[in-house]
């Protein structure tokens, strides 16, 4: 059985991420589009992310464009999330969440929360210091309603 750190993503400027580095740490991980209507959740996101990082808590946003709501062009969406939502967090090359051609790590994550597939963009998955997944949020669900949990796991 896979375990979170044993995956590898690339991020936009096409260094790897490699999640074995994420052990001890507070792990969001949600697929994004910058066209969606819930884009606007990355600035909620990033709010938590400046406000948690320095106390061990990361995030990985992971563009994908499998509900047509994303750029083609990684570096379109790179620049469209840091210049309208001040994304600073490591954000990966475009992935799928569903089908055949689904990331390996969504497969994982999906399988982990016993729920199948993503049915839209800012799916979120919080996982914890050990590397399991914590809860499953549904797109619509704000950051703010996060920071609870978040606070609780990095013991605040």
């Given at each position: 059985?896979?375990?979170?750190?044993?995956?590898?993503?690339?991020?936009?400027?096409?260094?790897?991420?490699?999640?074995?580095?994420?052990?001890?740490?507070?792990?969001?991980?949600?697929?994004?589009?910058?066209?969606?209507?819930?884009?606007?959740?990355?600035?909620?996101?990033?709010?938590?992310?400046?406000?948690?990082h320095e106390k061990g808590f990361e995030v990985i946003g992971l563009p994908s464009n499998q509900f047509h709501q994303e750029f083609q062009d990684d570096e379109?969406?790179?620049?469209?999330?840091?210049?309208?939502?001040?994304?600073?967090?490591?954000?990966?090359?475009?992935?799928?969440?569903?089908?055949?051609?689904?990331?390996?790590?969504?497969?994982?994550?999906?399988?982990?929360?016993?729920?199948?597939?993503?049915?839209?963009?800012?799916?979120?998955?919080?996982?914890?210091?050990?590397?399991?997944?914590?809860?499953?949020?549904?797109?619509?669900?704000?950051?703010?309603?996060?920071?609870?949990?978040?606070?609780?796991?990095?013991?605040?």
């Amino acid at each position: 059985m896979a375990s979170i750190y044993d995956f590898k993503e690339t991020e936009m400027g096409g260094e790897t991420i490699d999640f074995n580095r994420y052990r001890g740490h507070v792990l969001l991980v949600v697929n994004t589009a910058s066209k969606c209507g819930l884009a606007p959740q990355l600035k909620g996101i990033e709010s938590l992310y400046q406000k948690y990082h320095e106390k061990g808590f990361e995030v990985i946003g992971l563009p994908s464009n499998q509900f047509h709501q994303e750029f083609q062009d990684d570096e379109k969406t790179d620049q469209y999330c840091h210049l309208h939502y001040g994304v600073t967090f490591p954000m990966t090359k475009h992935v799928a969440v569903n089908g055949d051609d689904a990331d390996p790590l969504f497969t994982h994550l999906k399988s982990e929360s016993g729920h199948g597939r993503i049915k839209w963009n800012y799916t979120k998955f919080l996982i914890n210091q050990s590397g399991d997944l914590v809860h499953r949020y549904a797109p619509v669900t704000k950051p703010e309603k996060m920071e609870a949990t978040i606070k609780s796991l990095l013991n605040e």
